[in-house]
């Protein structure tokens, strides 16, 4: 008769994360793309279920505050954002590679720590590793600004009229404060051409 021994190795049926049933699909874990030059990057935050509205007035002032603390750290400059209620899209150009992942990581530090102070709690904020996508052209810029200042007629309804919840709504002493100016040619065409701004 064959002695059968308990097996070691290899995957175990059942094993490992469950899949939360009716939640977005996190952000994923693959590697991004490195640069070694300033690129402009469309980046999404999202925050956890229980993070309260990030569109009330008391949340949007400690987000704009935090962007005006972390206004060019680490190579990192927001050119322009919108807040939802649960994430926030922000355009940004990022030195490189690493300047992307620290001015963001130090930013959303920023961020967590600001709410969890205002829902007076400690603990994890946003629910994933943020998510980011390379602009390469005048064209995908123009796209992805669109996008981002549109947003929110996208989740809420109604006609593309300027956010108050976004930079195209700020005034220029805000603006100066909050937002920097893109160095690469690119932001400044692209900028140009989605505010239809002569050259």
Not at 9 to 37: E, T
Not at 58 to 86: K, P, T, W
Not at 163 to 169: H, Q
Request: include cysteine; charged fraction near 25%.
């Amino acid at each position: 008769m064959e002695l059968l021994l308990p097996q070691r190795g290899g995957k175990r049926k059942g094993a490992g994360r469950k899949r939360a049933v009716g939640r977005r699909a996190r952000g994923s874990h693959k590697a991004r793309p490195h640069f070694d030059r300033p690129a402009a990057v469309l980046v999404t935050l999202r925050v956890a279920d229980y993070v309260w509205n990030l569109r009330s007035a008391r949340s949007f002032r400690l987000f704009e505050q935090c962007l005006a603390d972390a206004l060019g750290r680490f190579g990192l400059r927001i050119i322009q954002f919108a807040v939802m209620g649960n994430h926030v899209h922000l355009i940004v150009e990022a030195d490189s590679s690493e300047s992307l992942s620290r001015g963001i990581q130090g930013l959303s530090i920023r961020i967590a720590k600001a709410l969890n102070r205002l829902m007076d709690r400690s603990g994890t904020v946003f629910s994933d590793h943020f998510h980011s996508r390379i602009l390469k052209t005048p064209t995908e810029l123009v796209t992805a600004i669109a996008y981002v200042l549109d947003n929110h007629a996208h989740h809420f309804g109604g006609t593309a009229t300027r956010d108050r919840f976004s930079s195209a709504a700020l005034p220029s002493d805000r603006c100066e404060r909050i937002l920097a100016q893109p160095r690469t040619w690119l932001l400044r065409a692209g900028w140009r051409r989605a505010h239809r701004v002569p050259p």
